[in-house]
T-cell receptor, first 109, second 118 residues
Framework: GQNIDQPTEMTATEGAIVQINCTYQTSGFNGLFWYQQHAGEAPTFLSY??LDGLEEKGRFSSFLSRSKGYSYLLLKELQMKDSASYLCAALDSNYQLIWGAGTKLIIKP | GAVVSQHPSWVICKSGTSVKIECRSL??????MFWYRQFPKQSLMLMAT?????????EQGVEKDKFLINHASLTLSTLTVTSAHPEDSSFYIC??????????????FGPGTRLTVT
């Protein structure tokens, strides 16, 4: 079956760095997305990786290892507004997104 | 960037009535649209996938006669919740995917519709 695993909840301190991990098992693979979702709002796109390696975009970076079925989202210089759920989603062979349950990130002052 | 709108953003209806939610891609043609449901503190649950001009494909456990989906044009899809019951109260989110934007397979999300059935 297809499966996406990510931690349910993480806590970090304002100004620090946090890494949210995601492992996936899908029928075929056409890339991995990270989305941010604030409570009561729709998800917003953060990143897309299809090749191995690290993609950096400002304070956020995303890493992919296809051989390990593993990705992480790295958030630097954490701000209170980064408190949200972070959703990992893999694109399968049918180009359908398989969603993880999301990681709720709590930022403390 | 690609923008997807949803209307209404929230709706309250009485049990037994039907509610229609519209999803529009404003600046691109959406070849595929997706409808999700999200209960509080839970992840997105895909309800159905629709391609313009064809019948929607429903996920297992989703009643196609209760959740009617129409994708009549490349910019509009509608979800009608028929004979709504309190357990249908949820956050309904649509997303759209088009072939002409940079990220061919990225999904662009609408802002969501919060449905409360009393």
């Amino acid at each position: 079956g297809q499966n996406i695993d990510q931690p349910t909840e993480m806590t970090a301190t304002e100004g620090a760095i946090v890494q949210i991990n995601c492992t996936y098992q899908t029928s075929g693979f056409n890339g991995l997305f990270w989305y941010q979702q604030h409570a009561g709002e729709a998800p917003t796109f953060l990143s897309y990786n299809v090749l191995d390696g690290l993609e950096e975009k400002g304070r956020f970076s995303s890493f992919l290892s296809r051989s390990k079925g593993y990705s992480y989202l790295l958030l630097k210089e954490l701000q209170m507004k980064d408190s949200a759920s972070y959703l990992c989603a893999a694109l399968d062979s049918n180009y359908q997104l398989i969603w993880g349950a999301g990681t709720k990130l709590i930022i403390k002052p | 960037g690609a923008v997807v709108s949803q209307h209404p953003s929230w709706v309250i209806c009485k049990s037994g009535t039907s509610v229609k939610i519209e999803c529009r891609s404003l600046d691109f043609q959406a070849t595929t649209m997706f409808w999700y449901r999200q209960f509080p503190k839970q992840s997105l649950m895909l309800m159905a996938t629709s391609n313009e001009g064809s019948k929607a494909t429903y996920e297992q456990g989703v009643e196609k006669d209760k959740f009617l989906i129409n994708h009549a044009s490349l910019t509009l899809s509608t979800l009608t919740v028929t004979s709504a019951h309190p357990e249908d109260s949820s956050f309904y989110i649509c997303s759209a995917r088009g072939g002409q934007v940079d990220w061919v397979y990225e999904q662009y999300f609408g802002p969501g519709t919060r449905l409360t059935v009393t």
